[in-house]
């Protein structure tokens, strides 16, 4: 049986923010779970999803300088109603996109143990974020 849950993020500042504890605290009955799936899909078009470590904070922040220097604010884009962040964010988000699926496995998502679900926030100032968690167990 497949179930859907909203959840709502807190806003974050510009960067690469660990998300995996909002997501297991939003699954009712995850505990329960033997083996399933969970989608996570964000409604956002500026920022992103992806899973990375979860342990050290210099990767997060690393993270986020690699994708500042690979797509600048400085480049030449024509999108600049919404501000200077909003085309880069753009570019960001397709860069990792707006979806994950992540095993379901004894109650627990099936994460390695290095590994974590990232919101990648790319607008200095985004606002809430919201993300549409479908699984099945």
Same mark, same amino acid.
């Given at each position: 049986m *497949?179930?859907q849950?909203p959840m709502?993020?807190p806003?974050?500042?510009?960067g690469c #923010?660990?998300?995996? #504890? #909002?997501?297991? !605290? @939003?699954l009712?009955g995850?505990? $329960? @779970? !033997?083996?399933? /799936?969970?989608?996570?899909?964000?409604?956002h078009? %500026?920022?992103?999803l992806?899973i990375?470590e979860?342990?050290?904070?210099?990767v997060r922040?690393? /993270? !986020?300088?690699?994708? %500042?220097?690979l797509c600048?604010?400085e +480049?030449p884009?024509?999108?600049?109603?919404?501000?200077p962040?909003d /085309?880069?964010a753009h570019v960001?988000?397709?860069?990792?996109?707006?979806?994950? *699926?992540?095993p379901?496995r004894?109650? &627990? +998502? @099936?994460?390695?143990? *290095? $590994?974590?679900?990232?919101?990648? !926030? #790319? &607008?200095? $100032?985004?606002?809430r974020r919201?993300? +549409? +968690?479908? *699984?099945?167990?």
């Amino acid at each position: 049986m *497949w179930s859907q849950v909203p959840m709502v993020l807190p806003p974050f500042r510009r960067g690469c #923010h660990l998300i995996t #504890h #909002h997501v297991v !605290e @939003a699954l009712p009955g995850l505990a $329960q @779970a !033997e083996v399933g /799936m969970l989608h996570l899909f964000l409604q956002h078009t %500026s920022a992103s999803l992806t899973i990375n470590e979860n342990a050290d904070p210099d990767v997060r922040a690393d /993270m !986020e300088r690699a994708l %500042s220097y690979l797509c600048p604010e400085e +480049l030449p884009f024509e999108h600049t109603c919404e501000g200077p962040d909003d /085309m880069p964010a753009h570019v960001k988000s397709s860069l990792f996109g707006c979806s994950l *699926w992540v095993p379901i496995r004894g109650g &627990r +998502l @099936a994460l390695g143990t *290095w $590994q974590g679900i990232y919101l990648c !926030e #790319h &607008r200095n $100032q985004g606002g809430r974020r919201s993300v +549409l +968690l479908t *699984w099945t167990a």
